[in-house]
């Protein structure tokens, strides 16, 4: 039996719930959330600690292992057709996720990821999913470099035409740091975003103006993160 590492809400419940998409490319649509856990970086500044940082919180608590097929009928459940699979690194778990969005996809859904780049699609991820939200993670991360950048990995999402960079932005120095990276893989202008890091509303507010000002100078999207300034840094929001 095939099962999903899924991350756990404060009540022990699954975390696949139902709310707005609060960034990127898709901002403000109504979405259904898959939280997968555990990740392969370990960022200084993640507001999901919970899902891989077994350190400071208990992965017993934390995670759950379901079946694919309850996975399913979870997300079903909220009759909404638009999914975001997040983690965590969802694509840790890509062979179980296969099958689940290909399924998602037949039924109609548009079924995006949100992935740090480090791993590459396998052939039926990319028949299957919709967009992909890619985020090359930059030094304020905290992350050393050979972790972070996978060359052949953020070749083929570079090669996509259905996927996004979104970068997170701390300080004004760091769009060098993008902009490096969007020049080397070949990513358009208008695939790529950027976004204030923060996880409460006065720092989203301060940083959101200059990152917009970045935005409009390079010629990037800017995203801000509607659900810290809407519900603060909750779970299942």
Same mark, same amino acid.
């Given at each position: 039996?095939?099962?999903?590492?899924?991350?756990?809400?404060?009540?022990?419940?699954?975390?696949?719930?139902?709310?707005?998409?609060?960034?990127?490319?898709?901002?403000?649509?109504?979405?259904?959330?898959?939280?997968?856990?555990?990740?392969?970086?370990?960022?200084?500044?993640?507001?999901?600690?919970?899902?891989?940082?077994?350190?400071?919180?208990?992965?017993?608590?934390?995670?759950?292992?379901?079946?694919?097929?309850?996975?399913?009928?979870?997300?079903?459940?909220?009759?909404?057709?638009?999914?975001?699979?997040?983690?965590?690194?969802?694509?840790?778990?890509?062979? *179980?996720? /296969? %099958?689940?969005?290909?399924? &998602?996809?037949?039924? +109609?859904?548009?079924?995006? $990821?949100?992935?740090?780049?480090?791993?590459?699609?396998?052939?039926?991820?990319?028949?299957?999913?919709?967009?992909?939200?890619?985020?090359?993670?930059?030094?304020?991360?905290?992350?050393?470099?050979?972790?972070?950048?996978?060359?052949?990995?953020?070749?083929?999402?570079?090669?996509?035409?259905?996927?996004?960079?979104?970068?997170?932005?701390?300080?004004?120095?760091?769009?060098?740091?993008?902009?490096?990276?969007?020049?080397?893989? *070949?990513? /358009? %202008?208008?695939?790529?975003? &950027?976004?204030?890091? +923060?996880?409460?509303?006065? $720092?989203?507010?301060?940083?959101?103006?200059?990152?917009?000002?970045?935005?409009?100078?390079?010629?990037?999207?800017?995203?801000?993160?509607?659900?810290?300034?809407?519900?603060?840094?909750?779970?299942?929001?």
């Amino acid at each position: 039996m095939t099962t999903l590492r899924v991350s756990r809400q404060p009540s022990g419940e699954p975390e696949i719930f139902h709310s707005l998409q609060g960034e990127g490319a898709s901002i403000g649509v109504p979405t259904v959330f898959l939280r997968l856990a555990q990740c392969n970086l370990t960022c200084s500044w993640c507001d999901t600690k919970y899902t891989w940082d077994w350190k400071n919180f208990s992965f017993d608590d934390e995670v759950t292992a379901l079946p694919v097929e309850d996975v399913e009928k979870r997300i079903l459940s909220f009759d909404r057709r638009h999914l975001v699979i997040t983690g965590g690194e969802p694509m840790m778990q890509q062979r *179980a996720l /296969a %099958p689940l969005v290909s399924s &998602l996809c037949d039924r +109609g859904f548009y079924c995006e $990821v949100e992935t740090n780049g480090t791993l590459a699609p396998s052939p039926e991820m990319v028949r299957g999913v919709s967009q992909w939200n890619v985020s090359p993670k930059l030094s304020n991360s905290g992350v050393d470099i050979a972790r972070r950048e996978v060359p052949g990995a953020l070749r083929a999402y570079s090669s996509l035409e259905n996927a996004y960079f979104k970068f997170v932005i701390a300080e004004p120095q760091d769009v060098d740091e993008a902009l490096d990276i969007v020049g080397r893989y *070949a990513v /358009a %202008p208008d695939r790529v975003i &950027l976004m204030p890091e +923060g996880t409460e509303r006065r $720092v989203i507010e301060e940083r959101g103006p200059w990152v917009a000002g970045l935005c409009a100078e390079h010629g990037f999207r800017f995203s801000t993160r509607m659900h810290i300034l809407l519900w603060g840094d909750k779970r299942g929001r």
